[in-house]
């Protein structure tokens, strides 16, 4: 099969090359600002239509293709930019459903089979979608399990999931048996590179081996892979990829029967964003190839200084052996969260996790510089954990309730709860506490969890009250 028509350009163009060409994309645009126009823009703003900028529809096919040569796809590779690694993974499912359930109108409730460590992008899908989600455990590498994900497979079965890699421990699934096992049963495979796909390709350059996690492995249909993660676009670019045009003809949507015209939208959105779609052309094209591989190779070896680092301190360890530049970091003998904290009141920011408890690192360029002085606190924050004792504390459930609230709260969160409960209880109280102090304070009936984050973000969401 011939290549992807456009590929990603070995060596990255200049600044003035990008800007002139885009200069000449833009000559068969619909003239917006001069008054002849009276649809799609309202000027002023940013509001743009692929149909009435062709430059736009250009950058976006171009930049589909790149990542479709990235991922090792044909020609026959077909895919849109979507506004971020969600609504990417909102279509896989969405667009599985629709393809399969034509094929079998008998399948009245489709399911997916999909690992636990799946972005919970794919629940919400579930959720949105009325698609059932059967979890199924991974192995003790934290990849996913093609015996129990196969045994899990039903006749109500549409998709199954793989991650290249997932984001907890940073480890690709066995995509090839995920692949076989797929074709085998005919169903469709969606391969998570959200974090991943904008990566992998360029460590693989820089001469680090992984695990396949493209359209080279038989049985992979659709890919999602963010644009504004290690693509280093700006934020809301993502793009999904299918193998073929038939399987993408799910993803559409045709109305035909609005007074207001016959509408066609390819993906969620209605109206969407161009910045973001120039701004990841713009990069791929800027920084080519050559420009990728050598910040991947920067950030691998960061990577691995972290991962030999972390290994290193004695009651520490990072999780499985991760594929690329992000991680979870545990402990068997202490509290990994108490570890957490000290390393929060040191001014570092990791997200906690669960399943294990851990903490998660994701690396990028910037912290090659950081490298020794993040090993130099955390050997100090595990040395403060060993003696770090619960025992004054006055009810054990409390603390468990708040173990289990800590763990999902990404960190940002988790230190402005703790920054309120500092200014409650006074300065001496240790962070965990603290957190606990401020959380219980404010949270007068003690509901489920779910029940207590979802009150939160609805208090997050809101316009902050004066200070009084
Ligand atoms: C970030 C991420 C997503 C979700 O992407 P958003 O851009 O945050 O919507 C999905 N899967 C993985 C593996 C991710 O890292």
Not at 179 to 197: E, S, T
Not at 411 to 435: D, P, T, V
Request: aromatic share 8%; with cysteine; glycine share 8%.
């Amino acid at each position: 099969m011939p290549a992807p028509k456009v590929t990603i350009p070995v060596k990255g163009k200049t600044k003035k090359e990008i800007f002139s060409e885009m200069e000449t994309f833009r000559e068969n645009d619909v003239p917006w600002q001069d008054g002849r126009a009276f649809s799609l823009v309202f000027y002023p703003g940013e509001e743009v239509n692929p149909t009435a900028f062709p430059s736009l529809r250009k950058m976006e096919t171009e930049v589909v293709s790149m990542a479709a040569g990235l991922m090792k796809g044909d020609d026959q590779v077909v895919g849109n930019m979507t506004s971020g690694g969600t609504e990417s993974i909102l279509l896989a499912v969405k667009t599985a459903r629709e393809y399969f359930t034509t094929k079998h109108p008998d399948i009245q409730e489709p399911e997916m089979v999909l690992p636990v460590t799946a972005h919970p992008a794919f629940e919400k899908a579930a959720y949105y979608f009325n698609v059932k989600p059967i979890h199924i455990p991974v192995q003790e590498d934290k990849r996913a399990d093609p015996v129990k994900m196969q045994e899990a497979i039903t006749d109500n079965t549409i998709l199954m999931v793989g991650s290249a890699p997932a984001y907890p421990h940073g480890v690709i699934d066995p995509l090839s048996e995920l692949g076989k096992i797929a074709r085998d049963n005919d169903l469709l495979l969606h391969v998570d590179a959200c974090v991943g796909g904008f990566m992998l390709p360029f460590v693989e350059k820089a001469g680090y081996e992984l695990p396949p996690f493209g359209f080279d492995v038989p049985g992979v249909t659709s890919i999602s892979m963010d644009a504004h993660k290690y693509g280093y676009s700006a934020k809301g670019a993502s793009v999904i990829l299918y193998r073929h045009p038939g399987i993408r003809r799910s993803q559409f949507f045709v109305y035909t029967d609005w007074p207001g015209g016959i509408y066609a939208s390819p993906t969620i959105s209605g109206t969407k964003p161009g910045g973001s779609i120039a701004a990841t052309w713009a990069v791929l094209n800027y920084l080519g190839e050559k420009g990728y591989t050598r910040i991947a190779k920067q950030v691998m070896r960061t990577t691995k200084r972290f991962q030999k680092g972390i290994n290193a301190i004695d009651g520490v360890y990072v999780i499985g052996d991760p594929d690329m530049s992000i991680m979870g970091l545990t402990s068997d003998q202490y509290d990994i969260f108490a570890i957490g904290d000290e390393m929060s009141k040191k001014g570092w920011h990791m997200d906690r996790q669960q399943f294990p408890d851990s903490l998660h690192l994701t690396i990028s360029r910037p912290h090659k510089k950081m490298v020794n002085k993040f090993l130099a606190d955390l050997q100090e924050a595990v040395a403060k954990a060993k003696k770090l004792n619960w025992t004054n504390l006055s009810s054990r459930l409390t603390v468990k309730m708040v173990q289990g609230f800590s763990r999902v709260l990404p960190e940002k969160i988790f230190s402005k709860l703790m920054n309120n409960a500092q200014k409650l209880g006074g300065a001496n109280i240790s962070g965990r506490s603290a957190a606990l102090y401020g959380i219980t304070g404010s949270i007068p009936n003690r509901g489920g969890i779910k029940e207590m984050v979802v009150k939160m973000m609805d208090e997050m969401m809101r316009v902050e009250d004066k200070k009084k």
